[in-house]
């Protein structure tokens, strides 16, 4: 037998908390009195309801949330567990839901989507505006284009595309024949490319000649091409549509190679939606994790719609007037969800940026803001700790008084994040909900509902009406307050994953079997006193030292409350004496000198605000991280260089490769 990994976390539940935050923010009065949901007690009623019968409240929101063709009479079919089925029995068309309900009403010339892509031309950025009926109209167009080339509902469209409006168009368009799409990050690789094409048996390419990121073009068609030519190619893939955005020059294939514009051009107008089974496939989205071989998460049609639609409007309290920014990329299922499905099926205002924070300024995001008046502005925590290293120069310089509610996703915020952004971005006027959920779990699981909840920083709070989250033991027995464990969902929800695709093994044994016939989240979690979820981070991740396991997510956030501190990770590397002893990687603030002195002060710092338990053995500082391109820090190769010195793992989800290459020979203490 050989000796255990002692970089590998110990195979039990029990995580020590030892973060303590005792700031909490309850609604601001003027927000509270006109958002959706804004009567404690009503919500305290609705919420006890939803728990004693989550199946008849999902039916009630399924039956009030979305159209249907033929009405569902059947709520949760779990005779196949864990594969779930909801409102099995009922018919309806998404796109239907997202576009034609609302073009039967004044909405029809409201804006659905205003777009702004990245370079700034002698005019200015280049702005587009579709207004509902335009976008039906672009819809309707290209879901004939797509039936013009053989696809049919259940078939695999495949998407590779800059963040603009084709790529909304797109999804829609596959949604309205019953199409099944596969988006996949315009950032990735041919290779990636090329697996997750064919685990999905695509059909069609949607592409674009190039896009804009940091000031720089992505020549997409060409990773197309390569994708379809090495390594055997994609053998299911008859035909690539390419949308002109850079205007680059471009291989073109005959007879395969369609342009955009030219097949729109020809379409008919007017296709009416197709209405699919409630389970018919929507979408497949690769999970970005940060080990092994993406999963193909299938989502269906009708719960995933109920789930996300009443989502987006309860935690982002959408309405007619506002303006709803969510900066994910349609790449990942934020943008799938709370980009396009979510807003548009609740006919509210969509903004969506092309490009990169950074470009031409670091002030690009709070230019938009201003510019737009963007009301809701949604983002991730490593977004937020990139703007506090910039410094408040490039935001104070911006009038932001537009915002009048604030959300994160992605990763556990840092109670110091939290606070920043509650200041500096929302002017302390702005509700911030922190919202956990996966690209599993289709839609918001945990969050604050902003006109009647306490937020305190640093947690989701409490999972929403319909959702039975929990936190436990390997049994599945529920832990006390305080005491950290697995979070897990006790009772199958709507917008759940229905599996993994081509592999229904895979989709039981990583979900269902750590706590059998539950499903399992991945994360750690605890809960405290008045019942609110605390991320502790992967369970994968934790720490082991002196045989106390400790949430990475607790000791990056004591690190990131330290005034010089921007941005941390921390990992083990094995210890004689303690079995792991933690090594942090830290960033620091802009103009913060760094060097063994600051490592002293924040070992101290760290054993101030949560104990000498918790106190690196080691601290090395770094001005960047390893990322994936969805913005996780990627722990596992940080663990590699605390522990071997180099990384031999796999990197292909890493996001800027020139990171790692300088933290092989970062500034040591
Ligand atoms: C994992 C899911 C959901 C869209 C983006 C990520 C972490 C997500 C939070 C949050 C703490 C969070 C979890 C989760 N996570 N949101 N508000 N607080 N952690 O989707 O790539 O599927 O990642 O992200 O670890 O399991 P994803």
Not at 148 to 168: F, K, N, Q, T
Request: glycine residues 10%; hydrophobic residues 40%.
């Amino acid at each position: 037998m050989s000796a255990p990994d002692p970089t590998r976390p110990v195979a039990n539940q029990d995580i020590t908390s030892i973060l303590v935050e005792d700031r909490a923010f309850a609604p601001p009065a003027d927000f509270a009195v006109r958002a959706h949901l804004a009567d404690p007690a009503a919500v305290r009623a609705l919420r006890e309801r939803a728990t004693a019968d989550p199946v008849d409240f999902w039916c009630e929101v399924g039956r009030q949330d979305l159209r249907w063709t033929k009405p569902f009479t059947v709520g949760l079919d779990w005779s196949d567990a864990p594969h779930a089925r909801w409102f099995a029995d009922g018919e309806l068309n998404l796109a239907d839901n997202c576009l034609d309900r609302h073009c039967q009403t004044w909405r029809r010339h409201k804006a659905a989507l205003i777009w702004e892509g990245e370079p700034i031309g002698d005019g200015g950025p280049e702005i587009r505006t579709l207004t509902y009926g335009q976008l039906l109209e672009q819809v309707q167009k290209f879901a004939a284009v797509l039936q013009s080339l053989g696809v049919a509902a259940g078939d695999r469209v495949c998407l590779y595309l800059p963040l603009i409006p084709e790529a909304a168009v797109a999804m829609l368009a596959c949604a309205r024949i019953g199409a099944v799409h596969s988006v996949v990050f315009g950032g990735f690789s041919a290779e990636a490319l090329r697996d997750r094409t064919n685990d999905a048996g695509a059909k069609v390419i949607v592409t674009a000649d190039g896009g804009y990121r940091r000031g720089s073009l992505l020549r997409l068609k060409d990773v197309v091409d390569q994708a379809l030519v090495q390594h055997g190619g994609a053998p299911s893939v008859e035909h690539v549509v390419v949308v002109r955005r850079a205007g680059n020059e471009i291989a073109w294939a005959p007879g395969r190679d369609h342009w955009w514009h030219e097949r729109m051009a020809a379409a008919p107008a007017g296709l009416a939606p197709v209405p699919v089974p409630a389970e018919h496939p929507l979408f497949i989205l690769y999970t970005s994790g940060t080990t092994g071989k993406p999963k193909g998460i299938l989502h269906t049609t009708g719960g995933y719609a109920a789930h996300v639609t009443r989502t987006a409007r309860w935690v982002f309290d959408l309405r007619d007037e506002d303006l709803f920014w969510c900066t994910a990329d349609v790449g990942w299922v934020t943008g799938h969800s709370y980009v396009v499905y979510g807003p548009l099926s609740n006919g509210a205002t969509v903004l969506m940026y092309e490009g990169a924070p950074a470009f031409p300024a670091k002030d690009r995001f709070w230019d938009i803001v201003q510019r737009h008046r963007v009301t809701v502005f949604y983002t991730a925590p490593t977004a937020l700790r990139t703007f506090m290293a910039w410094g408040e120069a490039p935001i104070v310089a911006h009038d932001l008084s537009s915002l009048r509610l604030l959300g994160t996703v992605g990763e556990p915020i840092n109670p110091a994040a939290w606070v920043w952004y509650h200041e500096v971005i929302g002017g302390g006027r702005c509700p911030i909900v922190d919202t956990w959920w996966q690209t599993e779990t289709g839609g918001i699981l945990i969050a604050p509902l902003p006109g009647v909840q306490t937020c305190v920083p640093g947690t989701a709070t409490v999972p929403l009406p319909g959702i039975v989250a929990d936190v436990v033991d390997n049994a599945g027995h529920p832990l006390p307050a305080d005491v950290g464990g697995l979070l897990v969902v006790r009772h199958p929800w709507p917008g759940m994953a229905r599996t993994v695709w081509g592999d229904r093994e895979r989709y039981k044994q990583t979900y269902f079997s750590r706590v059998p016939g539950i499903y399992f989240t991945g994360d750690g979690a605890r809960r405290d006193r008045h019942g609110n979820f605390w991320i502790l981070g992967r369970v994968d991740d934790v720490l082991n030292v002196a045989g106390h396991r400790i949430g990475t997510m607790e000791v990056e956030s004591a690190l990131v409350s330290h005034p010089d501190v921007a941005e941390a990770a921390v990992v083990g590397r094995p210890d004689p004496v303690t079995g792991q002893a933690i090594v942090a990687f830290v960033t620091p603030r802009a103009g913060v000198v760094t060097g063994p002195p600051l490592g002293e002060a924040l070992r101290g710092h760290v054993t101030k605000e949560i104990g000498g338990l918790a106190r690196p053995a080691e601290i090395r500082f770094a001005l960047g991280l390893p990322k994936t391109r969805s913005g996780k820090i990627m722990r596992r190769l940080l663990r590699e260089l605390a522990t071997q010195g180099t990384v031999t793992g796999d990197t292909t989800t890493l996001e800027d490769f020139g990171v790692l290459e300088k933290l092989r020979v970062t500034d040591e203490e």
